[in-house]
T-cell receptor, first 121, second 116 residues
Framework: GAVVSQHPSRVICKSGTSVKIECRSL??????MFWYRQFPKQSLMLMAT?????????EQGVEKDKFLINHASLTLSTLTVTSAHPEDSSFYIC?????????????????FGPGTRLTVL | AQKITQTQPGMFVQEKEAVTLDCTYD???????LFWYKQPSSGEMIFLIY??????QNATEGRYSLNFQKARKSANLVISASQLGDSAMYFC?????????????FGKGTKLTVNP
């Protein structure tokens, strides 16, 4: 149980185009999803926190208009990189929080997707 | 604000030996959780072990154990009997357990190489 998928796993696009990445919780309803970006040989940096039915909360320095996040249902959040440029090339990882794990863990456990590698030419 | 420090960019260990990966942290939260994740070259984040700040005993999960020293604010990961498949990046992370925030803050990671 507690599987999170991401689609696509890899995407190559031309500069100036938009790319949508999907994050799905397959067997649980995620009240909160998180989007991270990881540049090569660096750590994961939180970009935004996404709650179902409300606007995402972005971290300082992350452009809201460039990285559009939509959390339309309890099992799906999407990240759209608008007008992508080569500097947006990175590994994007989502995680989903399962509120049902609070009882066993004492906190909402986060489950990570497999990541999406974006290359902008 | 929370901060995680991993001072070892890279570590090498012989197969079947034990290795310790260092992690120190800083936080003003009275209650917090500490995590270790493994990231192989494929990129997925694999949860290894969790330690709550209120836990009296050090966490263990199979070959993984967490050496939690609260006064020193350290949460080192010990991997026993290293295997070739343990070669990967290892990230220490933390989050508050109160206040509603679920944000995970990660360290810069340590690249572990297990030699045959």
């Amino acid at each position: 149980g507690a599987v999170v998928s991401q689609h696509p796993s890899r995407v190559i696009c031309k500069s100036g185009t938009s790319v949508k990445i999907e994050c799905r919780s397959l067997d649980f309803q995620a009240t909160t999803m998180f989007w991270y970006r990881q540049f090569p040989k660096q750590s994961l940096m939180l970009m935004a926190t996404s709650n179902e039915g409300s606007k995402a909360t972005y971290e300082q320095g992350v452009e809201k208009d460039k990285f559009l996040i939509n959390h339309a249902s309890l099992t799906l959040s999407t990240l759209t990189v608008t007008s992508a440029h080569p500097e947006d090339s990175s590994f994007y990882i989502c995680s989903a929080s399962n509120p049902l794990t609070t009882g066993t863990r004492g906190y909402n456990e986060q489950f990570f997707g497999p990541g999406t590698r974006l290359t902008v030419l | 604000a929370q901060k995680i420090t991993q001072t070892q960019p890279g570590m090498f260990v012989q197969e079947k030996e034990a290795v310790t990966l260092d992690c120190t942290y800083d936080t003003s939260d009275p209650s917090y959780g500490l995590f270790w994740y493994k990231q192989p070259s494929s990129g997925e984040m694999i949860f290894l072990i969790y330690q709550g700040s209120y836990d009296q005993q050090n966490a263990t999960e199979g070959r993984y154990s967490l050496n939690f020293q609260k006064a020193r604010k350290s949460a080192n990961l010990v991997i026993s009997a290293s295997q070739l498949g343990d070669s990967a990046m290892y990230f220490c992370a933390m989050r508050p357990l109160q206040g509603g925030s679920e944000k995970l803050v990660f360290g810069k990671g340590t690249k572990l190489t297990v030699n045959p």
